[in-house]
């Protein structure tokens, strides 16, 4: 049972709702489902709206929408039943795991007293959400880690990490478009770029999204990486 959702003041033109305080599939499927509800109902006056794993932030316009009169319509549909899902969109991502391109691979087989080979079987067995863009452009985080590679993240954090890497810290997964710090543990590198500010769409995953990663060898990289970089897609868009 989710808690119910709550409206909290965020400065004076943008508002919070939350619905939970945890990583929860059912809590981040009732923000995509608000987000959803205030696209629809397009209410005067909201300026943008930006879902996280737990809570959206809407932003308005106070000349045109007061503070109550916004919190009331807001809590109204974020009270609406959230829907089963039907078609989910599905990325296939392509990922060299290991060596140069995922520096912590071994690392993380050793804490888990897994070989690399497992740890990638775990990686890439399973779908995953994209709970949420942020950090950076294009950043997905995501859920549905294999609770067996669920690893703390780094003591230390890097000030720098490659494009494209992908990454696991605590309980998330990630896709990381841009060079960045993180304190997560890298695994691979795709070719795939979440974000191309000369490509339609610019951002490839949306929150709602699934994502399924699949190993490839390192002789592929450069050729999708240069096609990536001319803005052709290179994930595959498995099911829509």
Known sequence: ????????????????????????????RQVLNLDRNLTREAIPGVVETVPTYRSLLVHYDPVRIGYRALSDQVLALARL??????????WGVPVVYGGDYGIDLDDVARLH?????????????????????????G???LSG??????????????????????????VQACVQCLAAPSGWHLLGRTPVRTFHPHRDPVFLMEPGDAVR????????????????ERGETVAELIES
């Open 145 to 170: 880690l294999d609770p067996a590679i669920v690893t703390p993240r780094r003591e230390t954090p890097r000030t720098e990490t490659p494009p494209g890497t992908i990454s696991i810290g605590g």
């Open 113 to 137: 007293g897994l070989t690399t080979a497992e740890v990638i079987a775990k990686h890439t067995g399973n779908d995953y959400r994209v709970a949420m863009i942020g950090f950076t452009p």
């Open 139 to 141: 950043f997905a985080y």
């Open 213 to 228: 990663f699949h190993a490839i060898p390192a002789s592929e990289f450069a050729a999708l990486d240069r096609a990536a």
């Open 1 to 28: 049972m989710t808690a119910p959702p709550r409206i909290l003041p965020s400065g004076d033109t943008a508002l919070t709702v939350e619905f939970g305080r945890d990583i929860d599939p059912a809590v981040n």
């Open 81 to 90: 039943p959230v829907p089963a899902e039907t078609a989910v969109r599905r």
